[in-house]
């Protein structure tokens, strides 16, 4: 935390991206959070992954719900729109706002504490329904806001900062995520942006429900010996299953890959997901070997990170709905109102 | 690369880069924080400890500090115009609103320690080493051929630039120390002058010969053919009050400037600056060229005098050469002739000011002081010394025509050589600089400096109304800031004395700072060679000439590698550093002048 804003001086090589934007643009106001929260890296990594793409801020819409994770809409993208909910409420919010507008981007920011515990049902339902948007659960664990408590995704036998274990089961929102139908699950940690961002920014390419679960240490309640969210176990934990670049549909692939080494995942507007294999045979297109994998591996105590699973055939829930293509505020009286001679024609057709 | 060691003094005061520029070492931003805090006094005295003569310096000091200041880099590509902090023209404000600071100065004990110093030339460079030396109970004599101790900054430096009273009273403070200084008293022998049995002697007379121009019709027309700086010192003097009204400066360097300025005040009312070289590599400073243009005074490029034009032993004017700039293959400049016909500017008089050179008609070659074949003596670059044991060169004198800054460091340097050789310590083994670094952290978010960064742009020295100021040779053309002004100023400095030090021990790579840092100064990365790893952090650092912070290994096996380049210094990363890994610590260093704690051995022995 800081009192003073950051300086607008910026690095005198900072490159425009192909809408004029340097990365400094995509910046909000300073964070309020803990000096070393993780929460600030998934800002950080927001705010590259969006100048990367070349994004528009106005045509972005952040929401979240409560809690010290749903603050930081307000520290990255300043230029765009925001929703700070009800608590737990951010799923709905999201929902209704991309039926009313298909055409923004959707970024939901949640915590464990939002979106495990009080808005859990929330999430779940956005999941399965299959809400175009990049969902994104800052997970520290514990109630930073109230003082460390433990939160729903909490390891079972992890302490508390005064050496209270954890006896509660674990929610385990990946698992949940893939039994509910999502079609692009990853999990990164704020810690290593080389792997989050390339996951943001195909998770904000994937058409359909995109859940990316990031660790994020809370520096203030959960970094101590014990803890299975701070930055030293995590680091000590981590399994990468693979490494991604993110290929744009609009850029020339340049990268050479050794053969075997890279699965290629197309996604249906043409961008390229190129996997860089780590754990040998993992194939994120099968669910079901995912889901076993991921029980293994969670067994066996190990934080497994990556694009755990890509289906690159996903609809979202406008597809389901069979929703009109254009935004709501875009339609005319004369499409609202299609005038008496077409009512008559339904009311024709149902006698 | 192998981790920084920051204890080594160099690299810290590498970035203050305006006090590592400064040739006398000026702690730069410590009196720019004085300024801002109104203490102007204690500011003075910062710099007068440091260079001297803050008054005159803060009006004619060529600056090396300020295309040095990091501000101008960081300003780059982030508004209109980078500029560097006006430091020069703070040190003013510090000298004309200190209070009285006489109290403040040394005075030469009572009992002397019984050596003789003879000081020749009342310049910069020998009033800096009687500054440096009376205090300490030398008995310092200062030789001067005027009557009136200064030196060039009395006799070229014209008045609408620096008011005699400034010169008197930054002279005065050295006199007044105790230096018997013999106005009038031109050295006319070295030779004799050793035979009176001083423990040293310092050359310090300048460069006081302006180079001539031996071109055809320069004997017929010279009545109206002046050597500039010549001619300077009599204005100076009063001994010469009226020009023509058409005047022709030769020359590109800050002496013609002054000529030209001074000729348009004098009765020249066609005034020009005409110079072979083209505009852009005139050795005049910047801010001197504009200032003369800014006064109406054209400066033409590209010409070569060729011939006084005279009728009746009276100059008519210059016949000019044109030529243009063409490098060769190994990207030497040459000047070629364009074959245009050659330019004839009409005039009623010449400045010459094409350079200086030096001249010692009065050091015999027997009394053992070597000569090289340029004429200037065979001086130690380190320890000032000349061939001849006793004798020491400084400023101008030493090694060619440079600025009062140059001289006041030289001076410094020949003072400690001079107090180590009487003190019987070998002369080569130089003093170690004094070095602090403190934290400045005052509480969670407090620092005891203003860490926020000022967005604004370099301030302007407001000017008089220049139809007084060219009217009357003596009124001063610059204001100087006002105190509001001076305030804005100095919040633009970076305080990049305040260092970002880091302790690897303690950070969890957390990426706060990588976040926080508006600059994208730090990256956690792979350890790698120097040249590549500057290719590869987050912005790639290609000013060579700016350090790398690098750490020893973190917990992951990377390293924590810091672009000193464009950091501004605004803490965020201290501030946002959960475990303080990052501090911001103070670091102040300061030249060890001539005296104890220049010398090795113990003052007082055990009793």
Redesign the interface.
Known sequence: ????A?????????AKNKVGYIR?DYEGT??TL?????H??I??AIIQACWELDIEPHRVAKLSGIGCSSKTPTYFLGNSHGFNSVHGRMPSVLTGANLANRDLLYLGVSGDGDSASIGLGQFAHSIRRGVNMVYIVENNGVYGLTKGQFSATADKGSKSKRGVANSDEPLDMIGMALLLGATFVGRSF??D?AQLVPMIKAAIEHKGAAFIDVIS?C?AFN?HAGSTKS??YV?HHNEAVNRLDFIDARDEITTDYAPGEVVSVTQHDGSVLRLRKLAADYDPTDRIKVMHYLQQRSAAGEVVTGLLYINPESSDLHEHLDTVEAPLNQLEASELCPGSVALERINASLR | MKPTDIQQPDYFHKVVDCQWACPAHTPVPEYIRLIAAGRYGDAYMVNWESNVFPGILGRTCDRPCEPACRRG??????GDKPEPVAICRLKRVAADNKEDIRNRLPKAPKQKNGKRIALIGAGPASLTVARDLAPLGYQVTLFDGDSRAGGMIRTQIPRFRLPESVIDEETGYIIDIGVDFRGGQRIDSLKALLTEDYDAVFVGSGAPRGRDLDIPGRKEAAAHIHIGIDWLSSVSFGHIDRIGKRVIVLGGGNTAMDCCRSARRLGGEDVKVIVRSGYEEMKASSWEKEDSVHEGIPILNYLVPKEFTHLDGKLTGVVFEKVKAVHDEKGRRKLVPTGEPDELHKCDAVLVAIGQENAFPWIEHDIGIEFDTWGMPVVDKITFRSTHPKVFFGGDAAFGPKNIIWAVAHGHDAAISIDKLLNGEDISDRPAPMTRIRSQKMGI?EWSFD???S?EQRYKVPWKDSKITLKDIKVEVELGFDPNTAYAEAQRCLNCDVQTVFTDKLC?????C???C????ISFTLNGEETELRGRLN??A?NLEQDIYVSGPL??GRIMAKDED?C?H?S?CA?????SAWDMQKFLLEMTHAGPGCRNKPQRKAA
């Open positions: 935390m800081t009192y003073l950051k300086p607008k001086l910026h690095h005198p090589a900072l400094r300073v964070s803990c000096a070393g929260c993780g600030d890296s800002s950080a704020s810690g942006k240490p520096v970094n930055y030293d680091r | 880099r960081v300003e780059e590509n982030n978010h860490n926020q960064i967005p969890i790579e957390c990426d706060a990588v976040d926080i508006p600059m994208d100064c912005a790639p290609l917990k992951t464009v501004l605004c965020l501030e946002r550093c959960p475990t």
